[in-house]
């Protein structure tokens, strides 16, 4: 069993930056692909980055190119969200998940509890 656990949520204004962590703990981490999702109030949970359980290929929800960057470090089984130039839009609940490398992101294996992200005008 997989424990996911997220940090680094908070309140920032817009244009601030923030960085999530997400630690895994009860299994073997490089052999899970992580990803990062996010849920605004009122709204389904949608992926926001995607990493490979070798450090490749990361992958970015439009919304968030070029502001946002993952990134793992399989020595400490942590994952991380580096969030610049934050929108007010960028406000949900995000959630660390993992999957077994060649299942979907559909139905991820690991959830984390959630960390809060609130940008403010």
């Known amino acids: 069993q997989v424990r996911l656990v997220e940090s680094g949520g908070g309140l920032v204004q817009a244009g601030g930056s923030l960085r999530l962590s997400c630690a895994a703990s009860g299994g073997t981490f490089s052999a899970y692909d992580m990803g990062w999702f996010r849920q605004a109030p009122g709204k389904g949970r949608d992926i926001v980055a995607a990493?490979?359980?070798?450090?490749?290929?990361?992958s970015y929800a439009d919304s968030v190119k070029g502001r946002f960057t993952i990134s793992r470090d399989n020595a400490e089984n942590t994952v991380y969200l580096q969030m610049n130039s934050l929108k007010i839009e960028d406000t949900a609940v995000y959630y660390c998940?993992?999957?077994?490398?060649?299942?979907?992101?559909?139905?991820?294996?690991?959830w984390g509890q959630g960390t809060q992200v609130t940008v403010s005008s």
């Open positions: 998940a993992a999957k077994l490398r060649g299942s979907s992101w559909s139905r991820p294996d690991y």
């Open positions: 990493i490979r359980w070798s450090a490749g290929s990361p």
